[in-house]
């Protein structure tokens, strides 16, 4: 047996059942992967360079299909781990209903059709920008930084960063200063929302082995983390306002959303854990659910403003 399809042993017996489509669907992480492809959505859309309808979902499809295809080669390699953790343990991989080699294979050949697909579809640029997302989220964080680092979701968080910047590429085949700063926002947006999250499910990558920001230095350092980025994760996400994908109602948006992120992140870094148990971790979920709606609304108030400009009804826009 090789190292990594003894690390990715599952569970069998009576957490074992048929896999049905629903858990191959599963590995593809569809719910994650949903904020995902909206993200590379408005990448492409928001882009100087009209695309043909067809053209655009295609593209979109097929990036989707690459994101999918990175969950589940995640799922396959850290089936060791999901099984350790409760929010995971009923994965298809860990649980015995989809076997490793099944996962993989199937990451392994929705990564290869979504790449050439993208690249035919759009551009051979695109599609090589897909591979490299693909890889990151696959290799560079989850078989490396994952396990090896308290920075794994910083670092890592580039994987999930890129989709608006390859949806950018896609409709012009090349990169500006806005798919720049769309990169930067997702970046910087991944710590507070994944440490939210990290806050109140700690115990579980404690047991799993995993060197979470709250595993190694504990809630108070993750705490003060939080605040730090929603801080500085202002700057590119208002910055976005004075360039040509900006406007009106991106700017508003934007002016409300960090004012609300900043202010919950605020709360959280506060908060000792002893206050926080008691409340059962209100804030704390409270902010996780608020990075959700962030990244939506921010990322649609660009669609609109997109929308109002096509229909002639906002002027030229942008300073930077
Ligand atoms: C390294 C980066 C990231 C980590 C470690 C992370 C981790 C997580 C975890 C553990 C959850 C809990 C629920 C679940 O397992 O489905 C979650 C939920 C979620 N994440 Fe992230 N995330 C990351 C990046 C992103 C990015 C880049 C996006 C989108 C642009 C995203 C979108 C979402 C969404 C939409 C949910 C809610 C899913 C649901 O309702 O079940 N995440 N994330
Ligand atoms: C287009 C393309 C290739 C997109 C990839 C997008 C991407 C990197 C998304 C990352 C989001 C995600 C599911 C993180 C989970 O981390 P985890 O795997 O550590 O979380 P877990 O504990 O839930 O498995």
Redesign the pocket.
């Known amino acids: 047996m090789s190292d990594a399809s003894l690390h990715s042993t599952p569970i069998t017996g009576a957490a074992a059942g048929e896999p049905d489509l629903r858990d191959y669907f599963a590995l593809l ?1 569809p719910r ?2 949903t904020l ?2 909206f993200t ?1 959505l408005v990448g492409l859309v928001v882009a100087p360079v009209p695309v043909h309808p067809f053209v655009a979902a295609v593209s979109i499809l097929f ?2 299909v ?2 999918g ?3 589940a080669l ?2 396959w390699w ?1 089936a060791d ?2 099984a350790k ?1 409760r ?2 343990e009923r994965r298809p991989v860990p649980s015995g209903r989809v076997s490793p080699g099944e996962a993989l294979g199937l990451g392994l050949a929705l990564s290869g059709i979504s790449v050439v697909m993208l690249g035919l579809a759009s551009n051979i640029a695109a599609g090589l920008f ?1 591979a490299f ?2 890889f ?2 696959a290799v560079i ?2 078989m490396w930084l ?1 396990r090896w680092t308290p920075q ?1 979701i910083v670092i ?2 580039a ?2 960063a ?2 608006p910047a ?1 949806g950018w590429v896609a409709a012009t085949g090349g990169l500006s200063l806005e798919p720049v700063l769309l990169f930067l926002t997702v970046f910087l947006w991944t710590p507070p929302h ?1 440490w939210a999250l990290a806050l109140f499910v700690k115990s579980d990558y404690a047991d799993a082995g ?1 060197p979470m920001l709250t595993v190694t230095h504990g809630p108070d350092s993750t705490r003060r983390h939080i605040i730090a980025y929603a801080v500085i994760l202002a700057i590119p996400a208002l910055a976005i306002a004075a360039t040509p994908i900006g406007g009106p109602v991106y700017l508003i948006s934007a002016l409300a959303l960090n004012a609300a992120f900043i202010r919950g992140a605020w709360i959280v870094s506060r908060r000792s854990t002893a206050v926080a148990e008691a409340d059962h971790f209100a804030a704390e979920k409270g902010l996780f659910k608020l990075s959700l709606y962030y990244l939506f609304l921010q990322f649609g108030a660009l669609l609109i403003d997109a929308s109002l400009r096509s229909a002639g009804l906002l002027p030229a826009w942008g300073w930077l």
């Open positions: 992480k994650v992967m995902v492809v590379a990036i989707a690459g994101g295809a990175a969950g995640n799922m850290d781990i999901d953790m929010r995971t897909l997302t693909i990151f989220y964080y989850t994952k794994n890592g968080g994987a999930g890129f989709p390859v994944f995993v």
